[in-house]
C-alpha cells in the first residue's frame, strides 16, 4: 500500500488536476470524467424514458382514452424504448466500464482516450436529435422501438430520417467505445494480470464490446436501408418492387438478439463482483463463469428468428431456433448456479449494493424462466404480441440490467465520491423500487396470457384490475428514482469517510487506491495485491 | 502506442465488414428462401418439359387477388378454384381495371401457400413476369399459364396462390408508359 502512494504523490507533481470550468468536460480525456459524463447522461435519459413510461401507464390505468391521443401513445411506446435502450442501459455500462475498467487492471487511462471523449459527446448530439423529432410536424417515429418495416419505412412519419440519422450517431459512440474497451483491455492490463486473473465485470465486457462491434454495424445497414427506401427508390423491403419486408425483421433480429446480450452481460460482471464481496467468499467457478459468458455471446447469434415465429418460417426452422434458444439457458443457469453458491456458506451482509445484487438474481431469472417459456414455439402463437412478452423483456431489463446499474453504482460511489451512501436511504430506496417493480411487471404476466396485446391505447374492459395495479406500481417505481437521484447527489456532496478498501470483503485494484480515486491512478504499473496473485 | 494501432485497425477492418455483412444478408436471404421456399416465394419459372400428367390424384389450386394498400384497380382471377392434375399445364387469366382518370404501373407479386409446396408450382407464363401499365379506364386480360410438379409431396392437395397487387406508378420512370402510349 505504501509503495502505491509514494507512487500516487510523485505522480500529482508530474500532472495537473483537472482543467476548471466547462473546458474540462468538454475536452477531458480523463476516463473517471467521461465515465461520470456518461452516467449522468444516462440518468438523464433514464428519467426521460421514464416519464414516457409513466405516461402510457397513465393512459392504461382505465380503457378507453383519457389523456392522450393514441397516435402520440404510439409515440411514446417507440421513444421510451429507444431511450432506454440506446440512451439509458447502454450509456450506464459504458460510463462504468470506463471509470472501474482502467481501474481495475492497472491502467492509467482508457487505450484512446481522444476517442473516448469523441464517443460520449456524440451521444447528447444523437438523442437531442432523436428527442427534437417530437416537436416536429408528424410527430416522432411510432413504430415501435423495433421500427419494422414497411410501418417504419412506407408509412413512416417525416421525421423517420432524424431517427434514421440518431441510430447512425449512437451506433457509432457504440463502436467507438467497444474498440476502446478492447484495446485496453488487451494491451493495458498491469504486469501479472493474465487473462484469467480478470476481473469478471472486464471480462463481461471485453465479450460484449465483441458483440457490439459485431452488431452495431448491421443496424447501421438496416437503418441505411430503410433510408435508401425512403428517399432513394430502392426496395429493400418494398414486396413491390421485389423487396421483402421479412427480410427486415430478420435483419433487424441479427443485430436484435445479440443487443439484447449487450444488455445483460455487462450486469453478468457486476452482479459477479458484488456477491463475492459481501458474501466474503471468492466467486466460485471463476473459469465455468468466463465460458459461461463466452457461449452465451457465441449462441446469441444463432437464435435471431424466435422473434418471428409467427411470420411463418419452416418447421425445421422454428424448431432450430427453439432448441439454440433453450440451450442458452445452460450457461445463463451455470451463472445463476454459481452466484447461488458464492453465497452458500459465505458470511452475507445486506448492504445496499448486495441487496439490489440480490434481486437481481431472483428476479432476472424470473425473466429467464419467461423467456423459456417464449422460446417454446408452438406457445409463442399464443404469447407473441402480448402483454406477457413485455413482462418478459421488463424483468430482465429493469430489475435485470437497471438493478445491476444501480447495485454497481451503490457499490462504487465510495470510490468514486470518498463518501458512504447513507445506508437507510438506499434500503429505502430499494424496497420501494423492488417492490414497486414487481407490482408493475408481474400482472402484465397474466394480462399477457389472458389476451392483451401489446402496444395499444385503449383495452378490453376484463384486463382493468390488473393495468390498474401495474399503472400504480409504475408510479411507485417512477416516483421512487428520486431517492435514487438523492442518494447520489447526497454521496456526492459529503457523507461518512470512505475507506480505500470502502467494503469489507472486496477484492481487486480498485480497492487497493485511496478514495475517492485520484484523478490519475497507476500511472506506473501496479504489484498484483496478494489476492490476486 | 503500435500494438493499439494494430488493434484499432483490426477492429475497425471488423466493424466495416459486419456493415458490408449486414447488406450481404439480403442477397443471403433470397438464396436462403430459393433453398427452404420460405415465404412462399415462387421460383420455378419458364418453360417446363411436359410429360405424361399424374391422373391418380388432383390437386385444388385456389386464386386469390389481394390489394395492396391503396390501389385502386379492380383485380380479380377469372376463376376461383381449378383442379388439376400434377403434371397438367392449365391456364388461366386475372382480370384487371384501372378505373382512375391517369396511367398507372402495377407490379403483381405472388406468394403461394402453403409454402412447402411454392417450389413445385411452375409457371409457364405469368403477368408477374412483368409491369403491368394501364391508360386511365383500360381494362386487360392478364394470362396465368402453369404446371404442378409430380414430385408435389402426396400430403398437399390443395395449395393457394395468391398475387397482390401494387401500385408502383411512383416509383417507375415515365419509360414504361412512354412506351405503352406508343405502342397504342
Same mark, same amino acid.
Given at each position: ?50 416519464? #414516457? ?115 447512425? #450517431? ?14 485496453? /483491455? ?20 471485453? /465479450? ?134 458464492? #453465497? ?9 449494493? #448486495? ?179 | ?184
Amino acid at each position: 500500500m505504501s509503495t502505491l502512494d509514494t507512487t500516487l504523490h510523485a505522480d500529482a507533481h508530474e500532472h495537473h488536476g483537472p482543467a476548471k470550468g466547462m473546458g474540462r468536460w468538454l475536452f477531458t480525456t480523463n476516463h473517471k470524467d467521461i465515465g461520470s459524463m456518461y452516467l449522468w447522461f444516462s440518468l438523464l435519459m433514464f428519467f426521460v424514458g421514464g416519464c #414516457m413510461a409513466l405516461m402510457i401507464r397513465a393512459e392504461l390505468f382505465q380503457p378507453g382514452l383519457q389523456l392522450i391521443e393514441p397516435g402520440f401513445f404510439n409515440q411514446m411506446t417507440t421513444m421510451h424504448g429507444l431511450i432506454m435502450v440506446f440512451g439509458a442501459v447502454m450509456p450506464a455500462f459504458v460510463g462504468l466500464a470506463n471509470w472501474m475498467v482502467p481501474m481495475m487492471i492497472g491502467a492509467p487511462d482508457m487505450a484512446l482516450p481522444r476517442m473516448n471523449n469523441w464517443s460520449f459527446w456524440i451521444l447528447p448530439f444523437a438523442f437531442a436529435m432523436l428527442i427534437s423529432t417530437l416537436f416536429m410536424e408528424g410527430g416522432a417515429p411510432n413504430f415501435g422501438w423495433t421500427f419494422y418495416a414497411p410501418l417504419s419505412t412506407t408509412y413512416a412519419p417525416p421525421s423517420v430520417t432524424y431517427f434514421i440519422f440518431a441510430i447512425h #450517431m449512437m451506433g457509432i459512440s457504440s463502436i467507438m467505445g467497444a474498440i476502446n474497451i478492447i484495446a485496453t /483491455i488487451l494491451n493495458m492490463r498491469a504486469p501479472g494480470m493474465t487473462m484469467m486473473k480478470l476481473p469478471l465485470f472486464c471480462w463481461t465486457w471485453l /465479450i460484449t464490446a465483441f458483440l457490439l462491434i459485431a452488431v452495431m454495424p448491421v443496424l447501421a445497414g438496416v437503418v441505411t436501408m430503410m433510408l435508401m427506401d425512403i428517399h432513394f427508390g430502392t426496395s429493400f423491403f418494398d414486396a413491390g418492387g421485389g423487396g421483402d419486408p421479412v427480410l427486415f425483421q430478420h435483419v433487424f433480429w441479427f443485430f436484435g438478439h445479440p443487443e439484447v446480450y449487450i444488455m445483460i452481460l455487462p450486469a453478468f460482471g457486476i452482479i459477479s463482483q458484488i456477491i463475492p464481496t459481501f458474501a466474503r467468499k471468492r466467486l466460485f467457478g471463476y473459469a465455468s463463469m468466463v465460458y459461461a459468458t463466452a457461449s452465451i455471446a457465441v449462441l446469441s447469434f444463432l437464435v435471431w428468428a424466435h422473434h418471428m415465429f409467427t411470420v411463418g418460417i419452416p418447421l425445421a426452422g422454428e424448431l432450430f431456433f427453439m432448441y439454440a434458444t433453450m440451450l442458452i439457458a445452460v450457461p445463463t443457469g451455470v451463472k445463476v448456479f454459481n452466484w447461488v453458491a458464492t #453465497m452458500f456458506r459465505g458470511s452475507m451482509t445486506f448492504e445496499t449494493p #448486495m441487496l439490489f445484487a440480490l434481486a437481481f438474481v431472483v428476479l432476472f431469472t424470473i425473466g429467464g424462466f419467461s423467456g423459456l417459456m417464449l422460446a417454446i414455439a408452438p406457445v409463442d402463437f399464443q404469447y407473441h404480441d402480448t402483454y406477457f412478452v413485455v413482462a418478459h423483456f421488463h424483468y430482465v431489463l429493469v430489475p435485470g440490467a437497471i438493478f445491476s446499474i444501480m447495485a454497481g453504482v451503490y457499490y462504487w460511489l465510495p470510490k468514486w465520491t470518498g463518501h458512504m451512501l447513507d445506508e437507510r436511504m438506499g434500503k429505502l430506496h430499494f424496497w420501494l423500487s423492488f417492490i414497486g417493480v414487481n407490482i408493475t411487471f408481474f400482472p402484465m404476466h397474466f394480462i399477457g396470457l389472458a389476451g392483451m396485446p401489446r402496444r395499444i391505447p385503449d383495452y378490453a374492459l376484463q384486463f382493468a384490475d390488473f393495468n390498474m395495479v401495474a399503472s400504480i406500481g409504475a408510479f411507485l417505481f417512477g416516483l421512487s428514482q428520486l431517492i435514487f437521484l438523492w442518494n447520489v447527489i447526497a454521496c456526492v456532496r459529503g457523507g461518512r469517510k470512505a475507506e480505500a478498501r470502502a467494503w469489507e470483503g472486496a477484492e481487486g485494484l480498485e480497492w487497493e487506491i485511496p478514495s475517492p480515486a485520484p484523478y490519475h491512478t497507476f500511472a506506473t504499473p501496479p504489484q498484483l495485491p496478494e489476492s490476486l496473485r | 502506442m503500435s500494438a493499439h494501432g494494430r488493434l484499432v485497425r483490426r477492429l475497425v477492418l471488423g466493424s466495416v465488414l459486419m456493415f458490408g455483412f449486414g447488406f450481404a444478408l439480403v442477397p443471403l436471404y433470397d438464396v436462403f428462401c430459393e433453398v427452404t421456399g420460405l415465404n412462399g416465394k415462387i421460383t420455378n419459372t419458364g418453360p417446363v418439359a411436359i410429360s405424361a400428367m399424374d391422373t391418380s390424384r388432383q390437386i385444388k389450386v385456389r386464386l386469390i387477388a389481394v390489394h395492396n394498400e391503396g390501389m385502386p384497380w379492380d383485380f380479380g382471377p377469372m376463376d376461383g378454384v381449378i383442379r388439376a392434375h400434377p403434371g397438367e399445364m392449365k391456364q388461366t387469366a386475372f382480370m384487371a381495371t384501372n378505373p382512375t382518370g391517369r396511367r398507372m404501373v402495377a407490379q403483381a407479386i405472388p406468394s403461394v401457400a402453403p409454402a412447402e409446396a411454392a417450389q413445385y408450382l411452375h409457371k409457364v407464363n405469368c403477368f408477374c413476369f412483368e409491369q403491368q401499365a394501364l391508360m386511365a379506364g383500360e381494362s386487360v386480360e392478364m394470362p396465368l399459364l402453369f404446371v404442378i410438379d409430380k414430385k408435389l409431396p402426396e400430403h398437399i392437395r390443395s395449395l393457394t396462390l395468391s398475387y397482390t397487387l401494387f401500385d408502383i406508378s411512383p416509383e417507375v420512370s415515365s419509360a414504361v408508359l412512354a412506351e405503352k402510349e406508343q405502342r397504342l
